[in-house]
């Protein structure tokens, strides 16, 4: 269901690095041209190669930006949440989607149309040196994503994707730290470009060495030291 939003519950652009310098004003009028749109945990919010026409900015929840093989395995590009907004390249180039997007629990968003995001690009020039620095940083991660890919195996892939969980959602605890977040196998996986079963090799490596400890998916990490010289 599509519906108009009423202030309170409006999209909150002032969290969104696209539109964090514009005036109330100027907010509330994007705001009153956008559309609120929720989806349900595991949901396709769209997938690779679809049109896209609108531009997405989270409310809440948290969103998957993924790539998925003939044989299934997937990749994650990108994880978003609140204030984040995504979409913009199919907006930008006139492509289709470049990667699907999948709702990782009940996700509610904000939608403009092109015409209109362009419109406030005009008004507003400042919003494209905003759009170009997002847009940069992506690509600073994605070619960090390829050099990992190319230079580490998976013990080393894993070992950094933890050391970097544990440096976003790390909460100290008497046996280390512990990432406050539930991840599955088969999403660690998809984080390092690797099949399931391999990461479950690693996972089970890492426990044995007591580099790490797992309890109810949530990862605590005993041994930081001894992860960091796992990455070569
Ligand atoms: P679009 O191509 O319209 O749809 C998929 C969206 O995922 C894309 O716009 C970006 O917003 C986002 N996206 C695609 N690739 C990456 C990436 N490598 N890193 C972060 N976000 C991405």
Redesign the pocket.
Known sequence: MTTAPDMAEGPQLDRVAFFADLDAPSLEQIAGVMRKRTFRAGEAI?H?DDP?QVLYVIREGRVR?RLTSVEGQEVA??V?GPGD???????LDS???????IAIDKVEVFTLQRPDFVEVVRKHPDISVAVMKTLSQ??R??NQ?VEDLIFLDVFGRVAKKLLDLSREYGVETEDGVKIDLRITQQELASMVGASRESVNKVMGYFTDKHYISTDKHKITIRRIADLQKRIY
Not at 85 to 91: D, L, R, V
Not at 95 to 101: G, L, V
Request: no cysteine.
């Open positions: 769209f690779r896209g930006i590009l990108a978003f907004s995504f979409g913009e390249m199919a907006i492509q289709p989607r470049s990667a699907d997007a992506r690509i991660q994605a994503m």
